[in-house]
């Protein structure tokens, strides 16, 4: 597992990707929350709080994390890379989660810049306000297990195909299913709440309000670990072939 971790972290960062990854997150939020006008843009929200950060984050990761895992199987079998880890002492379930591990790593040090928006919003509060450090600690614990949930689908979808285009239209979709289109639906059907419960937005929501549930966290783990043995189960059949 660390084999993999460390390969993968290698490719990140001994190359322009990781960075570039990196770069494009905080230059996207930056854009949205600072300079353009509109929903997102904390000094023009009349609000001493984050909020927009958590609001926009899981739209970018949406994206950004499809890019991050297409290459993640389908290079390997392209390459065929793939094969030749099969005859080392790797497990399938450690080349799985060294990978997804590498993908969450990458994710953490795209968040660690983003305090600075926490503590451009905290210096600027008067003094009778008070910042609510409870929703904010939540929101990214609540970032970080959507991150998982997204980073899983992300390397499943990229074992079924040796194409990464088509491995990441295929994951953005399944992730905007999950996160949006469940919710939509509930919405549609007048706020079905148990529609609404399978979900990711919310469970997102329900964390990022500064309490952890553990059934939040059940959720987004079950769907993490429902993905690893979905990936599990096709990496093993390219195996046997």
Wanted: hydrophobic share 50%; charged share 10%.
């Amino acid at each position: 597992m660390l084999t993999i971790y460390r390969k993968e972290l290698l490719s990140f960062f001994g190359s322009l990707l990781g960075y570039l990854v990196i770069g494009f997150f905080l230059f996207l939020n930056g854009l949205f929350l600072f300079v353009l006008e509109g929903p997102y843009n904390i000094p023009n929200s009349g609000y001493a709080d984050v909020t927009p950060f958590f609001t926009l984050t899981p739209w970018v990761l949406l994206f950004l994390i499809p890019a991050i895992t297409m290459r993640m199987v389908s290079e390997e079998r392209k390459l065929g890379t793939l094969e030749i880890l099969f005859t080392k002492p790797i497990s399938v379930f450690d080349l799985i989660v060294g990978k997804w591990l590498a993908a969450i790593t990458l994710i953490i040090v795209a968040l660690i810049p983003t305090l600075v928006y926490v503590f451009i919003v905290q210096s600027h509060i008067q003094t009778s306000s008070t910042f609510d450090w409870g929703s904010t600690l939540g929101s990214y614990f609540g970032v970080l297990f959507l991150a998982s949930a997204y980073s899983a689908i992300g390397i499943f979808t990229s074992a079924l195909s040796t194409n990464q285009l088509v491995s990441f239209v295929l994951s953005v979709t399944i992730c905007f299913l999950l996160y949006y289109g469940v919710e939509g639906m509930s919405q549609w059907l007048d706020q079905n709440y148990w529609i609404s419960y399978i979900g990711m937005e919310s469970h997102y929501k329900s964390i990022s309000r500064g309490v952890i549930d553990t059934r939040d966290l059940i959720y987004f783990m079950s769907v993490t670990a429902i993905f690893w043995l979905f990936t599990h189960a096709k990496i093993t059949q390219l195996k046997n072939q």
